[in-house]
């Protein structure tokens, strides 16, 4: 089955960067788009960048573009998000999931368990 593992979050000033990491198995991971969305507190999930299966086409939300990259690498099942100059309304626990921008936030989509992020001073 699917399974998506994510890593590299923690606590940073506002400011810096982190880059998350998440090990995909159990499908093939380059026949998939793939996503990132997170969930701040007390909100719903929020898409936040996307990658087709070849890593050649990215899309971004607004509130992070410029800021944040995406990128895999299918070798190494593992897709990838650099986050660059990080606000505090970057806070929330992040998650990698299987599947597009209209896929990815659905009760359907697979997503792993997530990785906190929080930024603050």
């Known amino acids: 089955q699917v399974q998506l593992v994510e890593s590299g979050g923690g606590l940073v000033q506002p400011g810096g960067r982190l880059r998350l990491s998440c090990a995909a198995s159990?499908?093939?991971?380059?026949?998939?788009?793939m996503s990132w969305v997170r969930q701040a507190p007390g909100k719903g999930l929020q898409w936040v960048s996307a990658?087709?299966?070849?890593?050649?086409?990215?899309s971004y939300a607004d509130s992070v573009k410029g800021r944040f990259t995406i990128s895999r690498d299918n070798d190494k099942y593992t897709l990838y998000l650099q986050m660059n100059s990080l606000k505090p309304e970057d806070t929330a626990v992040y998650y990698c999931?299987?599947?597009?921008?209209?896929?990815?936030?659905?009760?359907?989509?697979?997503r792993g368990q997530g990785t906190q992020v929080t930024v603050s001073s």
């Open positions: 159990g499908f093939t991971f380059s026949s998939a788009a």
């Open positions: 990658i087709d299966s070849g890593g050649g086409s990215t």
């Open positions: 999931a299987k599947g597009g921008p209209g896929w990815a936030t659905t009760s359907g989509a697979s």
